[in-house]
């Protein structure tokens, strides 16, 4: 392997250290710190494939859980603002979605190629406080960068997910899409958005607040209390070509993601226009047409056709309206 970037500039800042030297200066190992903690954070930003290499559950037998099901990680996304989702795949091909904050540490900034772990916590956990390693959903080690992407070890943490299983990774970062066509508008389309309202036209004849249909449709199940009925839908378009449909509870706790891949129709010129689908396999020319019919930094508008139907969603960024069931 090769490790490039935040391992040279580890090595180069190490290496003005004499670890016999007990005057060093407490800013400076502060400072290399942060400089190790923010080059892993800046190449970790954005969406991995993996591929599951070889099992860990030897070394790591303690720290395997007993499941019916064993779940491997599928692809992971990680964002600067320290939040992931992972998705994962168990033995019967069936995907799920894990999300939380991602927490970089390094064990000692003086040793020599110091290698850092990335912990896994619930979106809920403090990470501004005493950070409790022990309460981490699972952490990321012996991570490195390498010409070919990342090789790392996942080791199961303190929870009950799926994701239960030690293994050895490697992942390739899918490319980053280029977004210049939309000028000023394309910070604005990677935000977190909340829909509003979905009025979908049949016949002429327009349905409003269509989205309390689908919550209502999606999660029939969860009417006799047995789950968590979702109270509205938020969107997140990220530049990694992933297209995420999140069901939040009225705590804004995601309840249930829906994940599709999305690209710039290059039949329009003005980057207005854009393909998704919900499969990896299907042809982009087979997918669903969106037009962005309006975009600024606290609404969206969007326009899908799929199967003769015509959906127009209303987005807001600080608004919620959640169904009533």
């Known amino acids: 392997m090769k490790p490039i970037l935040f391992s040279l500039m580890a090595l180069l800042l190490l290496g003005c250290l004499d670890k016999k030297d007990t005057a060093v200066d407490p800013l400076v190992e502060k400072q290399l710190f942060l400089e190790l903690q923010l080059q892993a954070e800046i190449q970790l930003v954005g969406k991995w494939k993996v591929r599951k290499k070889v099992s860990n559950s030897g070394s790591n037998s303690g720290q395997s859980k007993s499941f019916l099901t064993n779940c491997s990680i599928d692809n992971f996304e990680m964002f600067e603002n320290q939040n992931f989702i992972i998705k994962t795949v168990d033995d019967n091909g069936n995907f799920n979605f894990v999300t939380g904050q991602y927490y970089t540490y390094f064990e000692s900034v003086v040793t020599q190629g110091e290698i850092p772990r990335i912990y896994l916590f619930t979106a809920d956990y403090d990470l501004k406080g005493t950070v409790d390693f022990e309460a981490a959903?699972?952490?990321?080690?012996?991570?490195?960068?390498?010409?070919?992407?990342?090789?790392?070890?996942?080791?199961?943490?303190?929870?009950?997910?799926c994701l239960n299983t030690p293994y050895t990774y490697e992942a390739a970062k899918e490319e980053k899409i280029e977004v210049d066509g939309l000028g000023e508008q394309a910070v604005n389309l990677f935000l977190e958005w909340n829909l509003k309202n979905l009025v979908v036209t049949v016949d002429g004849s327009d349905l409003s607040?269509?989205?309390?249909?689908?919550?209502?449709?999606?999660?029939?199940?969860?009417?006799?209390?047995?789950?968590?009925?979702?109270?509205?839908?938020?969107?997140?378009?990220?530049?990694?070509?992933?297209?995420?449909?999140?069901?939040?509870?009225?705590?804004?706790?995601?309840?249930?993601?829906?994940?599709?891949?999305?690209?710039?129709?290059?039949?329009?010129?003005?980057?207005?226009?854009?393909?998704?689908?919900?499969?990896?396999?299907?042809p982009w020319d087979l997918g669903n047409t969106i037009k962005i019919i309006s975009l600024d930094s606290s609404r969206m508008e969007l326009i899908e056709t799929r199967n003769l139907l015509e959906y127009r969603y209303h987005f807001t960024i600080n608004e919620v309206e959640n169904c009533t069931f």
């Open 137 to 161: 959903l699972g952490s990321i080690e012996n991570l490195a960068f390498t010409s070919e992407g990342v090789e790392f070890d996942y080791t199961p943490g303190n929870s009950d997910l």
């Open 209 to 282: 607040n269509f989205q309390c249909e689908i919550i209502a449709q999606s999660f029939e199940s969860c009417f006799d209390g047995s789950c968590t009925l979702p109270g509205y839908i938020s969107l997140n378009i990220t530049e990694y070509g992933s297209y995420y449909w999140k069901y939040r509870d009225t705590d804004n706790t995601i309840v249930s993601i829906e994940d599709a891949f999305w690209k710039f129709d290059d039949r329009d010129p003005t980057a207005q226009t854009f393909l998704i689908k919900y499969d990896a396999l299907k």
